[in-house]
């Protein structure tokens, strides 16, 4: 983040978190009274979503959000949706390779994209005068993609090579990745987004192009546009450059698995090559990113793992030295979602000696008082964090695809925060009881090759 951007957010806030700063050492904050996030929302006719908010600057973001994720990759065929993320940025009908990162890059911008179990996003940032050019790009390569052998043997070897190094290489690499298809029982959110080299072997060119036929088209896409620009001049622009794509006649396929409830607890002992240290994996189902319950995960999220001061990190790591780290992570997804807590032991600990440390702090959270001054620092800190996000451009457009394609709803970005702000102890302790201390739980026990846990991990 840089240094302007965090003087624009204490010139903006700093009176009101100061306030809540001096509060939350007396327990209690009062309320932070945001105003809505003021965009304009429209589908053209060809099914494309436009959402546009403008903002006061000198840049403006462009993103392209398609609905199709890890979750969406054909059967024996992981990795497309990732795949695509790098296929995007090579050559189009009229556009040579690498000339979307000439006209970003080159004019002082930039340019990135990400792939995740419900979306791929395309998102840029460039100086507001170079609007209109990089509309017609993202219109180029939405409908003009070149799709030969060329392009995917070559992005293939790309993807290939990231996943040597993101699971092969990383000592921790395999645990991991192995998080969707241990956590998951039958949602196709068991294959990992990043895909699997054997099956990305095994596809074919053609595998390839019905699939960008099938997800890469207006009626599957949002395009969302923030920061300075003029409303009239873009819809125009809109219309202009997306308005003539045609979609398919087919329709969008969907997934429509139901990921069923856990019904018994599970013991799984993971073996690999260069594991420095042992460590331990807990698995729990979570609710929907759209749940109510949503934000109540992100506080107990933020209240296990989020900082030095955090409970996992100060009892595992520094007061008791058993783990070099720990962590929890709610991963909730358009369709399901998973719990995750973890510890990397710090000594001579097995993976299975960190299995009751871990669960513990979870049982103390949930079944002890929780001091109102604790509470309140995370929910500040999480307030902070998302309105610091909130300043760019390039947070905003982020903040509303989420919101669009995780949540299902655009306007939740106008609840979003206010619904972090309400949330109280005894929710965090609700959704603990109710979806960690009474549900299934997967463990995962994770050391080197040829060594041997000294005891199993059971359920206290």
Do not use: C
């Amino acid at each position: 983040m840089s240094a302007g951007i965090s003087l624009a957010l204490l010139t903006a806030w700093s009176p009101v978190l100061w306030a809540q700063a001096a509060a939350a050492q007396e327990g209690a904050a009062a309320p932070l009274k945001i105003a809505p996030l003021a965009f304009e929302r429209r589908i053209l006719a060809n099914g494309l979503e436009l959402i546009a908010l403008p903002q006061a600057g000198a840049t403006v973001s462009v993103q392209l959000w398609y609905r199709v994720g890890g979750k969406d990759d054909p059967a024996g065929r992981s990795g497309f949706a990732h795949l695509f993320e790098h296929m995007m940025f090579k050559r189009t009908r009229y556009m040579a390779n690498e000339q979307f990162d000439r006209m970003t890059e080159d004019v002082g911008g930039s340019n990135n994209a990400f792939t995740a179990d419900d979306m791929t996003a395309y998102h840029s940032v460039v100086p507001a005068n170079h609007l209109e050019p990089l509309l017609w790009a993202e219109a180029e390569r939405m409908s003009n993609l070149t799709v030969d052998q060329a392009n995917f043997d070559s992005e293939r070897a790309v993807v290939k090579e990231e996943y040597r190094q993101r699971v092969l290489a990383e000592p921790y690499g395999r645990l991991f990745n192995a998080v969707p298809r241990l956590g998951y029982l039958q949602h196709p959110y068991r294959r990992p987004v990043i895909g699997s080299i054997e099956e990305l072997d095994a596809a074919t060119v053609q595998d390839v192009t019905a699939f960008h036929a099938q997800y890469y088209r207006p009626d599957n896409a949002v395009l969302i546009v923030t920061g300075a620009f003029d409303p009239v001049q873009l819809n125009r622009w809109v219309n202009h450059y997306f308005g003539s794509i045609r979609p398919p006649s087919s329709p969008v396929p969907r997934v429509q698995v139901a990921e069923p409830r856990r019904a018994r607890d599970e013991l799984h002992q993971l073996k690999a090559p260069n594991v420095p240290l042992p460590a331990a994996l807990l698995i729990w189902q979570g609710p929907k990113a759209s749940s109510a319950d949503a934000p109540v995960w992100q506080v107990a999220q933020g209240l296990l793992a989020m900082g030095e001061s955090s409970r996992l990190n100060e009892s595992l790591v520094y007061r008791e030295q058993l783990a070099q780290s720990a962590g929890f992570e709610a991963q909730l997804n358009a369709d399901a979602g998973l719990l995750v807590a973890h510890a990397i032991a710090a000594g001579k600990q097995s993976a299975a000696d960190l299995v009751a440390p871990l669960t513990r702090e979870l049982l103390k959270l949930a079944e002890e008082p929780i001091a109102p001054a604790e509470l309140e620092k995370v929910k500040a800190q999480l307030l902070t964090a998302a309105l610091i996000r909130r300043q760019t451009p390039l947070g905003l457009g982020e903040v509303l695809g989420e919101a669009a394609l995780l949540r299902g709803d655009v306007q939740w970005v106008n609840r979003e925060l206010n619904d972090l702000q309400a949330v109280t102890a005894a929710d965090v302790q609700r959704v603990l009881k109710r979806d960690v201390l009474r549900g299934a739980r997967v463990t995962v026990l994770y050391e080197a090759d040829g060594s041997a846990s000294k005891k199993k991990g059971g359920k206290p």
